[in-house]
Structures are given as C-alpha cells and as structure tokens.
C-alpha cells in the first residue's frame, strides 16, 4: 500500500486570513486563462484601455469583497451584543470596541471587530439601553456615503 500522505482539509479548515488570497488568485489565474489567445502562441489583441478597465474591475470587486467582510464583522458583533443582552437584560457599557469587547468577555471577545477591512479602526459605543458600531469605510473618514454602521437596543418593554 503506497501512503500519499494526509487528505487535502477542506475550504471551510483554511485558515480564515487564507481565504482572501485564494480567492484573489483564483481571479487572476481565470482572467489570464480568459484573455488567452487559445494557445497560438501569439497574444490576442487588447482594446485599448482593457488594462485599465481590468484593473478597475479588480479594484471594485476587492472593495465589495472588503465592504461584505465589514458588515459580516458588524453582524458578529450584533449577535454577541443581541446575546449578552438576553443573558444580562441589558447591553454592556462601553466606548470603545477594546472595552465592548472586554465587557462582553471572553466567550465572546472575537466577535468585536477592531479594524475594518480598509485597516481603519471600527467606532463602538454602547450603553445599557443601545450599542452602535461604525467603519469609515473604504475612504476612511466618517460621515461619508461610503460608511457602514449598526446600532440596536431598546430593551424597554412596550
């Protein structure tokens, strides 16, 4: 019996920080394999500016990637808050993400994001009655269109 080692892990084993990169590659490799010339050997001809559309292409499509991964990050967060909200009938206080995430302890301390995507840092604030959990977005300033926030609470009772 000849042993070829362990079996490949699955996608969902990747580590998460690998995933990103696979996908990025797999892009490139199937835009190359798209603006082949079908194996003549000679390069097929480009419209002028193809280059530049690609790369704003790819460009776009790495900023809606980021911009999902930022509101996956905010909706993990919201079901640690919705969570320890059930469990204390109220929302911990905080006002910063390190402290949310500090006070929402350590079952749940890697649901609080601290930097978005674009590497600027997440904006959390929460009190006993409401939370709200911002990114600058893609441009970095707040109170821009490109921003992408959550804010919940209410506990009150009707």
Not at 14 to 40: D, M, Y
Not at 75 to 99: G, K, N, T
């Amino acid at each position: 019996m000849v042993e070829t080692g362990p079996a490949p892990l699955p996608k969902r084993f990747l580590p998460a920080c690998r995933r990103p990169l696979l996908a990025l590659c797999s892009v490139i490799l199937l835009a190359a394999a798209c603006s082949g010339s079908g194996g003549s050997g000679e390069q097929a001809a480009a419209p002028v500016g193809g280059g530049e559309k690609y790369a704003r292409d790819l460009a776009r499509a790495i900023d809606k990637g980021k911009e999902e991964r930022a509101k996956g990050d905010l909706h993990a967060a919201v079901r640690a808050l919705e969570q320890y909200a059930i469990d204390h009938s109220a929302y911990p206080v905080a006002s910063s993400c390190p402290e949310l995430a500090a006070a929402l302890g350590a079952a749940r301390t890697g649901s609080v994001p601290i930097k978005d995507p674009w590497g600027n840092g997440y904006l959390c604030s929460s009190s006993q009655g409401g939370y709200r959990i911002e990114s600058a977005g893609d441009d970095g300033e707040q109170a821009t269109a490109d921003d992408i926030s959550v804010g919940g609470g209410s506990l009150g009772g009707p």
